[in-house]
């Protein structure tokens, strides 16, 4: 029977702990025992784990054996903000896929109300990316980066193989610039920015400077796709490669 997969909050060389509202859950809903048996994951790494001891706010366990750990997409989704419960389900599912991280970013046409109240909404973003690697029993739960604006994102220095799906764009797959970036690293397994528009599009200046900024334009097809759509074709795309 495949263990429950709980992501621990605090943990130590012998000991992880959930706290807060996951604790509540198996302590008062799932009545949890010393010796109840599950996967734990700390700190990147899973282990196989029994309850050690149970209060209405913490469930310790204690860590018996490391078991395999599957490594997240070297993926971070440059997410443009766009109307949140949207953009919310794409975190979700992007964190089902695999991503590794996240970034929001503030593009000129971000509406400007949602550009605005980014920031305070990120900890909601990281509750849903923690409940999902959770639920897709991930051993780890993707980084999101704290709101910035485009162009400081663009230009910030980088050593991964930056990718900007853009909808004009008709001459590079995705799934080309994914082929020839891993054939180049050879051994080493790159790792990879995808950035993706918000609803009305990159505005002209956004292309110019991902351009200047080497970032590569890709398309996903012929066919203009929502963001959380782009989301988790371009995600489908880079796994299908790598994994
Ligand atoms: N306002 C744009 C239009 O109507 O042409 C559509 C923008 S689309 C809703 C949001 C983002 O998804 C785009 O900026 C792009 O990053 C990505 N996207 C959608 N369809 C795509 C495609 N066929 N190829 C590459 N990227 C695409």
Redo the contacts with the bound molecule.
């Keep these: 029977m495949t263990r429950r997969r709980w992501i621990a909050e605090r943990w130590d060389e012998a000991t992880a702990t959930l706290e807060g509202a996951q604790a509540e859950h198996m302590a008062r809903v799932l009545r949890a025992q010393p010796g109840m048996e599950a996967d734990v994951v700390a700190g990147g790494r899973v282990f196989h784990a029994e309850v050690a001891a149970v209060s209405p706010h913490e469930v310790r366990f204690n860590l018996i054996a490391e078991v395999e750990a599957d490594p997240a997409l070297p993926v971070t989704l440059v997410l443009?903000v766009?109307k949140f419960d949207r953009m919310e389900w794409a975190i979700e599912k992007a964190t089902e896929l695999g991503v590794a991280a996240i970034a929001p970013v503030i593009a000129r046409?971000t509406e400007k109300h949602l550009g605005e109240s980014a920031e305070k909404r990120a900890e909601r973003w990281r509750r849903i990316a923690h409940e999902a690697a959770q639920q897709s029993r991930r051993s780890d739960v993707p980084v999101i980066h704290v709101p910035a604006l485009l162009a400081n994102f663009a230009r910030a220095a980088s050593t991964a193989t930056r990718i900007?799906?853009?909808?004009?764009?008709r001459s590079t797959a995705?799934r080309h610039a994914v082929e020839t970036a891993v054939a180049l690293a050879q051994d080493e397994m790159p790792a990879f920015e995808v950035?993706?528009?918000?609803?009305?599009?990159?505005a002209p200046e956004e292309e110019a400077l991902f351009d200047a900024n080497g970032w590569q334009a890709?398309?996903?097809?012929?066919?203009?796709?929502?963001?959380e759509?782009?989301?988790i074709?371009?995600l489908s795309v880079v796994a299908s490669c790598l994994e």
Excluded at 164 to 169: H, I, R
Excluded at 195 to 202: L, N, R, V
Excluded at 219 to 226: C, K, N, Q
């Design positions: 443009a766009y046409r900007v799906l853009a909808e004009q764009e995705l950035a993706i528009g918000p609803e009305g599009g990159w890709v398309s996903l097809g012929p066919r203009i796709l929502r963001a759509t782009a989301a074709a371009a």
